[in-house]
């Protein structure tokens, strides 16, 4: 119970979305018994389907800063629309009760930067903070789950995903549960970077197609980037057989370790439905593929 | 017309939509761009097999700091949004990969001390798939943000008839950049809880950027008519609904276009074809 017990951070990763990772890491879960579970997806945040969580706390998430353009001071000069990197400010507001015509900011792609507003010889613009959306503590029948709602459009999903793992890693610490399970973002970018950083493993879950296996080699190449070891499981393996094998030989080349097969199975599409994970549904050839990842995982785990 | 394929969760079909779609475009005389921009997972190049003609670095511009200027005011790390400079007492230190590149603290810096340096961000890659014109915007690995790589990909665009952007998944930045300033939004879904979950996710990303859209559902069975109550509730039309064929993943799975693979999935594609010019020219 001291803040040096060792945590065992799994991250379930794929680059291509839509592989499996949110099925698999519900199974995992439902597995591994006390596990403490975070959902990294932020932006498109399924975990907490499968596993009725019930709200504990909520904190809300300011995603950084947005700019405002006051119409009635704006002089029209078009100095933010020039020193705006991101194409946010266009001079397309109103024309103001001075008969000046103004400037305008684009909010969805305004980075809040602040340099508009720094440089305005009008002192025309403020920065307010944006509504981010909230992140979650609930608890679940198999252990407490972080996760988090980003509100759509909003930026800032790697602060976000960093806010939660970090909350995560404090209860995993705090109730000395030595798993941690990370259901992460698809991608390679700054959501992902936030989950992977400082886990212990890497779980990608990869299909076997093309798309599949082209950026299973871009997150196995990220995990390279951190450091971190890698097991690669191949959902749907038996539609495509041939690719399945390739793939495999392809990540034990790049130094991942190839954990398990989980065939194409109905059943885990019936089990989303039912919101259970799929090794709570009867028995099917997807849950019993599942229970030997498990049995693979955890013999490493210890 | 600016046409963005979108759809909150990954995996949905979004690639498979929009290569069909610009394949099934051009076979109507039209010219057709294809802009891939998922840039941290991008396949488009996988169905459509470019023949690439140029292949580009993206940069970016990050600070550089000249020591000798440097008197470590604090200027640049008070001013920086994104914690991206830190200035200890005898230390100025820049973390690169969370600068967003507004060149704020360069202009800020009252010693003159920091000046812009371009650093490598992506690669775009243009070329020809048959009639179809294909750019593809793909970020290093380790570079964390991908809106800048999105956007240039988008700027090397060359103008057609249509311009069809395979949009990453979600709902944050790299799919905003993505889907702003379109024409028209395509959602591709599928008929299950999670897809369900973040197609409201994404009706609501159209909805704030007041961008007209339309749904496609894939893998669509019959019965499912959640997807349909969701649309109509938004008010949002149903553009097509390709079926749940072990076919077309298997298709899929050996790097084939589905229109092409599967002579009945021409007929979907055309009519969503049709459809999409019918909505696009009642708007405009």
Known sequence: ?302 | MKLAIASGKGGTGKTTVATNLAVTLAGLGQTVTYVDCDAEAPNGHLFLNPTLSEERRADRLVPRLDPERCTHCGACAEFCQFNAIAALPARTLIYEELCHSCGGCARVCPSGAITETTQPMGVIRLGEAGPVHFVSGTLDVGVATSPPVIRVAKQAAPPADWTILDAPPGTSCPMIETVRDCDYLVLVTEPTPFGLHDLALALEVAQSLSVPCGVVINRAQPGQSETHALCRQAGVPILAEIPDDIAIARAYSHGRLASEALPALRTVFARLADRLTAELYARA
């Open chain 1, 1 to 302: 119970m001291t803040n040096e017990s060792p945590i065992f951070e799994l991250v379930v990763l794929s680059g291509k979305g839509g592989t499996g990772k949110t099925s698999v890491t519900a199974s995992l879960a439902a597995l591994a018994g006390a596990p403490t579970l975070v959902d990294c997806d932020v932006d498109a945040s399924n975990l907490e389907l499968l596993l009725s969580p019930r709200l504990q706390e909520r904190t809300a998430f300011t995603s950084g800063q947005r700019a405002t353009i006051d119409p009635e001071k704006c002089t029209g000069c078009g100095r933010c629309e020039e020193l705006c990197r991101f194409g946010a400010i266009s001079a397309t507001g109103p024309v103001n009760s001075h008969g000046s015509a103004t400037c305008r900011v684009d909010p969805p792609a305004c980075e809040g930067c602040g340099v508009c507003a720094r440089f305005c010889p009008a002192q025309a613009i403020t920065l307010h903070p944006s509504d981010g959306g909230a992140w979650f503590v609930s608890e679940t029948r198999f252990g407490p789950l972080v996760h988090a709602r980003l509100r759509p459009g909003q930026g800032n999903s790697g602060k976000l995903a960093t806010l939660v793992r970090d909350h995560a890693r404090k209860l995993a610490r705090a109730s000395a549960r030595p798993l941690m399970l990370i259901d992460g973002p698809p991608g390679v970018g700054c959501p992902v970077m936030a989950s992977i950083t400082g886990a212990t493993r890497v779980l990608a879950v990869t299909e076997p197609t093309p798309s599949g296996l082209h950026d299973l080699e871009r997150v196995l190449a990220l995990a390279r980037h951190f450091r971190i070891p890698a097991w690669v499981c191949v959902n749907k393996s038996d539609l495509n057989e041939e690719l399945t094998a390739q793939i495999e030989r392809r990540a034990t080349e790049s130094g991942a370790t190839v954990a398990g097969r989980i065939p194409y199975d109905s059943a885990v599409t019936a089990a989303q439905r039912q919101g259970v994970p799929v090794v709570e549904y009867g028995d099917s050839l997807a849950a019993q593929a599942l229970a030997q990842l498990w049995k693979t995982l955890s013999a490493t785990l210890g």
